[in-house]
């Protein structure tokens, strides 16, 4: 086929959008945002799973992908594990997402304060002063052909503590009011 053929295709018909017989496979279909720059403190128990930033995506194909992206970073004010999960309207949590102690898998939680992480001083899991910053990305098959699906990140803790979302335990003002904030991206790819 020519590529005028190709390019016609993709162009709107008369509702003014692109039809998904017309995308290529591994195409980015649309891109949805999530965004959180606030700052909270908040005490939670242990085993607690707290909200992050959340994000709709409305699936324009029926059999399509979604890449999420995610970059933020929280505090916590004891030694105690902690890490980001990734949970789905549709599938729950994303486990497979999460890869296991051997490192296998697309993401592993991120169990840095704690234990795992080791440290003396300001740097120690419970500095006041430390914020631990979180990335990743996953490819996520939804188990069906739902369209709308919500995407959250959410921190988890093993034990007592006060978490720090987009921030840390100090509240000072101006440069050292220590504040950031946390991205959500969802990429829906034609399959």
């Not at 840095?112 to 631990?132: A, L, V």
């Not at 990140?153 to 006060?162: D, K, S």
């Amino acid at each position: 086929m020519s590529n005028a053929r190709n390019i016609a295709r993709l162009l709107p018909s008369n509702t003014g959008q692109i039809t998904p017989s017309g995308v290529p496979t591994g195409s980015v279909v649309q891109v949805v945002t999530g965004y959180d720059g606030s700052y909270s403190s908040l005490s939670v128990g242990a085993g607690t799973t707290t909200n992050w930033v959340s994000a709709t995506i409305a699936r324009k194909m029926t059999n399509s992908r979604i890449l999420i992206m995610f970059s933020g970073c929280y505090g916590q004010n004891s030694s105690v594990d902690s890490g980001v999960r990734i949970n789905s309207s549709l599938d729950g949590r994303l486990t497979a997402a999460e890869g296991n102690s051997a490192g296998n898998g697309a993401m592993r939680s991120v169990y840095s304060f704690g234990t795992d992480r080791g440290g003396s001083g300001n740097w120690s899991g419970s500095s006041t002063y430390f914020m631990d910053p979180v990335s990743f990305h996953y490819l996520y098959t939804p188990s069906n052909t739902t369209s709308s699906i919500t995407i959250t990140t959410q921190i988890y803790v093993e034990g007592a503590m006060t978490i720090y979302p987009n921030g840390d335990g100090w509240r000072g003002s101006g440069e050292q009011s220590h504040n950031t904030g946390a991205h959500l991206i969802l990429m829906e790819i034609s399959a």
